[in-house]
């Protein structure tokens, strides 16, 4: 050749962002995928990445030139609930290591969650003025709803209709309402509770009777006055 570079610069990585396909891109369940988008300060050769603690299943990519790449990794069962976490080990062209990678540089993450939610409490009342656990029609049945961790907003019937769902204090905290009519049958008030976590773990829908709001007893089911 005519001529020869001489380079001792260290390559840096500037950006690096990681996200998942979920609908919340700060939490990856079965089947998400996950993604670093690498961006580096020079030409670096391919960068060998880790991923959720293993180089095994990444796929790392080259974008528009050789300072841009993605790593992308699919969680699957084996994977432990916990922050994602990776290593992203580079060198530029002329051979000079970079400082490994183990951290965004904008400070996010991926959490990984593929843990089932479970309603802890699920009580019923109704507002008759003769008790809670009886009800006529127009009087309203309401359902209070807890949950172990953060839900979506659950799809709760009540008598086998569909209920007004509100939000409590927080995402794991709701209430439904229904106001009886005519039409339902004498008998104790059935519901049902279909709901997922936030990642996208469906819960097994409830149909039974959980901790009151005190956590001590068990509420009566409401029974409809004949």
């Known amino acids: ?31 998400d995928v996950i993604t670093l988008t690498i961006v580096s300060s020079e030409n670096i050769n391919t960068p060998t990445v880790s991923m959720l603690g293993a180089t095994t299943g ?38 000079n290591n970079g400082s490994a990678v183990t951290s965004s540089t904008g400070g996010g ?11 802890t409490t ?12 009886l009800a006529v029609p127009g009087n309203i049945i309401t359902l209070t709803i807890v949950a172990n961790e953060d839900i979506v907003e659950p799809t709760v019937t009540i008598a086998t209709q569909s209920a007004t769902v509100s939000i409590g204090s927080d995402a794991q905290n709701w209430s439904a309402v229904y106001t009886m009519t005519e039409n339902e049958s004498n008998g104790t008030i059935p519901f049902s509770i279909a709901f997922t976590d936030s990642a996208g773990n469906a819960g097994v829908t409830q149909t039974a ?11 009566e089911p409401v029974n409809i006055a004949a």
Do not use: C, M
Request: charged fraction near 15%.
């Open 1 to 31: 050749g005519s001529s020869v570079i001489y380079d001792k610069t260290l390559p840096t990585l500037g950006t690096v962002t990681i996200a998942s396909d979920n609908t919340y891109d700060h939490l990856a369940t079965t089947a």
């Open 58 to 95: 990444v796929i790392v990519t080259q974008g528009a030139d050789a300072s841009n790449w993605t790593a992308t990794k699919t969680v699957t069962g084996g994977h432990s609930d916990g922050t994602a976490v990776f290593n992203i080990t580079f060198a530029d062209i002329a051979g």
């Open 109 to 119: 993450a991926v959490n990984v969650d593929k843990t089932i939610p479970t309603i």
């Open 122 to 133: 699920a009580s019923i009342a109704s507002n008759n003025s003769s008790g809670d656990e």
């Open 209 to 219: 009777l959980a901790n009151d709001a005190d956590g001590n007893r068990p509420k």
